[in-house]
């Protein structure tokens, strides 16, 4: 009882911390909004309402607009001095390179429906005095949002970090397999130990992976604007955002736990072996419920999962 009463104290004050957290990027209202808009109209400039109208259906189908932060990802990216229209009319015009991890934000935004390359300009300022203009079909392949939870998401989603990562963890769970069985090593699902906090940690992992992929699949636009205005507290976010960053904090709370009870219930040497093995089997199923998902066949797998774990739990002990 101790320890569950201190897990619900851990989980409360994490979740204080997250309600703590600041995008650095400027809050916006969302599209919703323009009814509110439309209500002060008597009171404030046409043009200021047009202005503010347009920013509001700009943002909520690309999900940002102006004053939004960016960070440069790639080597460089050329800016261009002049205007747009000047660029269609093959002016020669001057330009100048921002190199890689330097800020940028949006000026200004320019849709020219003429443009045959993309009809979306956006002006972007490198500091007080230099602004430069660039296709916005340029600019995000080689920016992130300028803040840490989507540069996060951003190389988490690598895909050359998850064939590197599915390469280590077949050579790391074949060697700890290996030496599990002959030295009749504890090890998670097969030989484990008496406490169901490891199993819950590989179980919340595999639920996490499904959820993050459920996003992927049928709400793929909520996710891109949780990429550009992330948060860390799931009373802030929608839907199944909310559901999914439950589950990673339940991670990092099951876990703390898991990594207490092996330390507990095992001597050193053992516990290390443990909780490599445990690490080798969550990324198993990150990869796969992650990947199975995106089918369809992860969510009949999960259930599977579910049972022979938690049947595999009760056998051991």
């Not at 390469?167 to 484990?192: E, G, P, Q």
Request: hydrophobic fraction near 50%; charge should be neutral.
């Amino acid at each position: 009882m101790k320890k569950i009463y201190l897990l619900f104290y851990l989980s409360a004050f994490l979740l204080l911390l997250t309600g703590c957290y600041r995008n650095r990027a400027r809050e916006l209202p969302t599209a919703a909004d323009t009814s509110a808009v439309e209500y002060v109209a008597p009171r404030i400039d046409t043009v200021a309402l047009k202005q503010k109208r347009d920013s509001l259906l700009f943002l909520s189908k690309h999900h940002y607009t102006l004053n939004f932060n960016f960070v440069v990802t790639a080597d460089s990216i050329r800016l261009l001095k002049g205007q747009p229209e000047e660029v269609l009319s093959e002016m020669q015009i001057d330009s100048f390179y921002v190199y890689k991890y330097q800020s940028l934000a949006v000026a200004d935004i320019r849709i020219l429906p003429a443009d045959p390359a993309d009809s979306v300009w956006v002006q972007l300022a490198r500091d007080q005095i230099t602004f430069g203009w660039i296709h916005e079909s340029e600019l995000l392949p080689n920016v992130d949002p300028d803040d840490p939870i989507s540069r996060f998401i951003t190389i988490f989603s690598d895909r050359h970090l998850i064939i590197f990562l599915v390469f280590l963890v077949v050579i790391a769970v074949t060697y700890l397999v290996r030496y599990s069985v002959k030295r009749n090593a504890k090890i998670v699902h097969f030989n484990d130990i008496d406490t169901p906090y490891p199993m819950a940690f590989a179980l919340t992992v595999a639920t996490s992976a499904t959820l993050y992929s459920t996003i992927q699949l049928f709400i793929p636009e909520l996710w891109r604007h949780f990429y550009f205005h992330p948060t860390l507290n799931p009373l802030m976010a929608p839907g199944l955002i909310a559901f999914f960053l439950v589950s990673v904090w339940a991670i990092i709370i099951v876990g703390l736990a898991a990594v207490d009870e092996v330390r507990k219930s095992l001597p050193f040497d053992e516990a290390v072996v443990y909780l490599f093995g445990l690490a080798g089997v969550c990324a198993v199923d990150y990869i796969v419920f992650s990947f199975t998902t995106l089918y369809y066949i992860g969510y009949p797998l999960l259930a599977a999962y579910f049972w022979f774990a938690i049947r595999r739990w009760r056998k051991s002990i």
